[in-house]
């Protein structure tokens, strides 16, 4: 965390580095049910450019519940910092008072009765209001996605990506980077992207066959804003191909690619930048490693982990601001830059409170025009819960519970896994669960749940393996995923360990025997980047569990031990 | 519907590949660097290897190497059953000192990039490819 008295310390340029953060903590208001629009987007304008940052949407148009991790470890250098910081360390750390609209923004604890108290987050016709609210204080504010925007809802599969891009183009985005979005085939992206009215920026896009950088991803743009020179330069997420099926964008090729970085961002300088933005999608320990090896960038807006974080994260002379997800947040950071460099910011993140935000009629509209043609579909209810479904967490969440249950019983099998996304929004015991609501964490383009044969030893490299992208201690070896969850199987993690002994003691739950390594299992799992996968979708497995549970109730459980924290 | 035979044993061969898990630095590739070097000190650095942290197909990794006033770099995978991958060797006339290739990994392993320099003395660089399964992405 840093302070102002951190931030006083540290000599920019000519003068002391001024920086002030303006996450309110409006628990008096609260209690008086006072908390206004104005209040969450009361800000005085600072300095001469302003950034607007929203990140990892995962096509959420609509206002939504999101409970933010219980269990969220950092290991080696990232140990007890942020964003490895949950729960009531967390409100000390920024000093949010129990009970109060940050302590449900921004954790996970008491969630049902803060979430009933709130009410909904998100909905991007309430970020849009945000967004004007800013143009009307900074005309020329930049608004900047960090992509994970055209993946994760009904609506947004059976359009190939066009709702979102249709609501976002209501929005006017300057400049944008990318994850998810090639999920949807190299063919359909290009598509897109070739008829964006915005910036689409990956300095780390190459071509595969010759590692050259892609055509239609331009490394970086100028923006002359508030008389300021500003590079924008786009990180796109480096692990594209191995977390998601690399058979679906084979002509592309990836990678963090910190030194053609540092070479854009020499570049721009010597082109007259005066202040350097990545937008990236890395992830925010990359992001935090990246700052400290790539000299003269100002600030990062960081995605893909999803993480809230009420500060910029301090390295060097990089601030690095991490917005959340789901639609829940959006950053705005004023600079002032004055002669080439950044002499201090002044930023906030806010977030959007459905029930607080009036919402912008404009995109309102936009947003029913593209559910409207599946309205009927979206809103059928399947069943209840009478418990509180979730999926945020290193290990386990309730709804992946479901997912993992749903795939035993549906497919037969002795053991599931399901991946560890950190996208999906919550539902609150008492709720109906729709079909839109299975569509919001199970949506993708590979979504077959497939049934195989794996020996106890194989199940273990694969737990070893994921453990790895998760807990190696260098940054630049993680993925950004949480760990694989797991059905009908209990386990122990020492997260401490290096690869290939992190995991021990895996047993079946039905047996409560110890997995034997010689053994052969029945496993079904969903979201296998092999091609040529096959089985039914996993919304039409966890549709058919539902329906026939009516209500479903899901406790957290034990059955995955963890050491070495 | 199950997977088919053919897909399981993809998925089998995927998973032989990763069972032996971080390789330790094969023998053959100490005895390739005292070939190579004679015996003589290697400095760190001098050299830039240039390869990713994560293998996006650890059947082709793309790596390259530079070092300024090298006559001769020496590349090696050393957790590969056969270590040895490529010596460049540049003449006088050459305008740089660089070269990039393919190279296939058998797992997670260290490559190192050796040059020899042209007043005989040596430099050394090396990095973690990590080869993975993959999937989870958040």
Redesign the interface.
């Given at each position: 965390m840093i302070s102002r008295r951190d931030f006083l310390q540290v000599s920019m340029a000519a003068s002391a580095m001024v920086g002030a953060s303006g996450f309110g903590n409006w628990a008096r208001l609260a209690a008086q049910q006072k908390l206004t629009q104005d209040d969450l987007l009361q800000f005085d304008t600072y300095g001469n450019v302003s950034l607007i940052h929203v990140t990892d949407i995962h096509a959420q148009l609509m206002p939504i519940y999101f409970r933010e991790p219980e269990i969220n470890l950092g290991v080696g250098a990232a140990f007890g910092q942020v964003p490895h910081v949950t729960g009531a360390d967390f409100r000390k750390m920024y000093g949010v008072a129990d009970g109060s609209p940050s302590h449900y923004a921004l954790t996970y604890n008491d969630f049902t009765s803060l979430a009933n108290a709130y009410g909904k987050v998100g909905g991007l016709d309430r970020v849009s209001t945000v967004i004007n609210s800013i143009r009307a204080d900074r005309p020329d504010a930049l608004l900047l996605d960090g992509g994970d925007t055209w993946h994760g809802s009904y609506t947004c599969y059976q359009t190939e990506g066009q709702d979102m891009v249709n609501v976002m183009n209501a929005l006017k985005p300057d400049a944008m980077t990318f994850?998810w979005e090639f999920t949807l085939g190299s063919d359909r992206v290009n598509e897109i992207v070739e008829g964006l009215p915005f910036a689409a920026l990956g300095q780390n896009i190459f071509d595969?066959e010759w590692?050259e950088p892609a055509e239609l991803f331009p490394p970086y743009k100028f923006f002359e804003r508030g008389g300021v020179n500003i590079a924008v330069i786009g990180q796109a997420?480096?692990?594209?191909?191995?977390?998601?099926p690399?058979w679906m964008f084979p002509e592309y090729?990836?990678?963090?690619r910190d030194?053609n970085m540092q070479q854009m961002v020499d570049e721009v300088r010597s082109k007259g930048a005066e202040c350097v933005v990545v937008l990236s999608h890395n992830?925010f320990d990359v992001d935090k490693k990246m700052a400290g090896r790539v000299k003269g960038i100002d600030v990062i807006l960081s995605g893909?982990?999803?993480d809230a974080l009420p500060e910029p994260v301090l390295v060097g002379e990089t601030i690095v601001v991490a917005s959340g997800s789901n639609g829940k947040f959006v950053s705005r950071v004023d600079l002032d830059i004055r002669d080439g460099k950044m002499m201090g910011f002044r930023h906030k993140l806010i977030p959007i409170f459905s029930d607080v935000i009036t919402p912008d009629p404009v995109v309102t509209k936009v947003i029913d025009e593209q559910r409207a043609p599946y309205l009927d579909q979206l809103t059928e209810v399947i069943g209840q819960t009478d418990s509180l479904l979730y999926r945020r967490g290193n290990f386990n969440g309730t709804w992946d519970d479901l997912i993992c249950q749903a795939l035993i019983e549906e497919r037969e099998a002795d053991i599931s896994m399901s991946?560890?996304?950190?996208?999906g929004p919550s539902i609150l015991p008492g709720q109906d669960i729709t079909r839109e609501d299975i569509w919001n964490v199970t949506s993708m383009t590979y979504g077959e749940a497939?049934?195989?044969?794996m020996t106890g030893?194989?199940i273990h490299?694969?737990m070893?393996?994921?453990a790895?992208?998760l807990f190696?201690v260098?940054p630049?070896?993680q993925?950004?995923?949480?760990?694989?969850r797991i059905g009908g199987m209990g386990y122990k993690i020492d997260v401490s360990k290096?690869?290939?002994s992190r995991i021990s003691e895996m047993t079946l739950l039905k047996t409560g025997e110890a997995i034997d390594p010689s053994k052969t299992y029945q496993v079904a799992g969903w979201?296998?980047?092999?091609e040529?996968?096959?089985?039914?979708q996993i919304w039409d497995v966890v549709e058919s569990h539902i329906r026939k549970k009516g209500t479903v109730h899901v406790e957290p459980h034990e059955n995955v031990k963890v050491t070495g924290v | 519907?199950?997977?088919?035979r053919r897909?399981?044993l993809?998925?089998?061969v995927?998973?032989a590949a990763?069972?032996v898990?971080?390789f330790r630095v094969h023998a053959a590739a100490d005895e390739a660097i005292a070939a190579f070097t004679g015996g003589a000190d290697v400095a760190e650095g001098g050299v830039d290897l240039?390869a990713?942290?994560?293998?996006?197909?650890g059947n082709t990794v793309?790596v390259s190497v530079d070092a300024e006033g090298a006559v001769s770099i020496l590349v090696l995978a050393t957790g590969n059953p056969t270590p040895g991958v490529a010596t460049f060797n540049f003449g006088e006339l050459a305008g740089s000192q660089m070269a990039?290739t393919r190279i296939r990994l058998a797992g997670?392993q260290d490559v190192v990039a050796i040059a020899k320099m042209a007043d005989g003395s040596f430099a050394k660089a090396s990095s973690?490819v990590?080869v993975?399964?993959?999937?989870?992405?958040?």
């Open positions: 994850h595969a590692d997420f480096p692990y594209m191909p191995i977390a998601n690399g090729s990836f990678g963090i030194e992830g893909h982990t999803h991946p560890g996304v950190r996208w497939y049934r195989t044969e030893e194989f490299v694969i070893e393996d994921v790895d992208n190696n260098d630049y070896y993925q950004g995923g949480d760990m694989v290096p690869q290939g979201a296998s980047v092999n040529g996968t096959e089985g039914p | 519907m199950d997977f088919t897909e399981t993809a998925l089998g995927g998973a990763l069972t898990l971080p240039t990713p942290e994560i293998a996006e197909n793309p990039s997670t973690t990590k993975t399964i993959g999937g989870c992405g958040g």
